[in-house]
């Protein structure tokens, strides 16, 4: 079972984008499209204080009326996040995502921003394992 830690090194797009909760709803989505992502990150310096992503932005915004002009991203952010560290694993993972409906996963070692696991890292880790643990079996059962 792979940890948070080798999943992180394994993605190839690394990098985290964060959004001020002060910043306009626009501004997210501007950034979201820029970027080709989902979901961002909100912080206050270096404190992690939510999550908000485009399921927020039609749930919370669309579907009520609201401006994204004039909203700020701290009106229709998730807030407390919830997130992982290095040293959990898969399970740990599927677990609190399948609990709170989250598909994606802010990873916070010692207070820091880390890195930003997504539904499909745990999938692509998960069936790696799979397909590991098959190769093994099968190279067990040749006597190998």
Do not use: W
Not at 94 to 100: E, P
């Amino acid at each position: 079972m792979k940890t948070v830690a080798q999943m992180l090194r394994a993605k190839p797009n690394q990098d985290i984008y964060t959004i001020a909760p002060t910043a306009t709803v626009l501004q997210a989505l501007q950034l979201m499209a820029e970027k080709n992502i989902g979901a961002l990150i909100v912080t206050e310096g270096d404190q992690v204080v939510g999550f908000v992503s485009e399921r927020d932005y039609s749930r919370k915004m669309v579907l009520q009326g609201r401006s994204s002009v004039a909203t700020p991203v701290s009106a229709i952010m998730a807030s407390p996040v919830i997130s992982v560290t290095s040293a959990q694993n898969t399970r740990d993972c599927l677990k609190l995502m399948g609990k709170g409906h989250l598909r994606h996963l802010p990873v916070i070692d010692d207070g820091k921003l880390v890195g930003l696991l997504s539904v499909s890292n745990l999938v692509k880790a998960v069936l790696a394992d799979q397909d590991e643990m098959i190769q093994q079996l099968e190279q067990y059962i040749r006597g190998q």
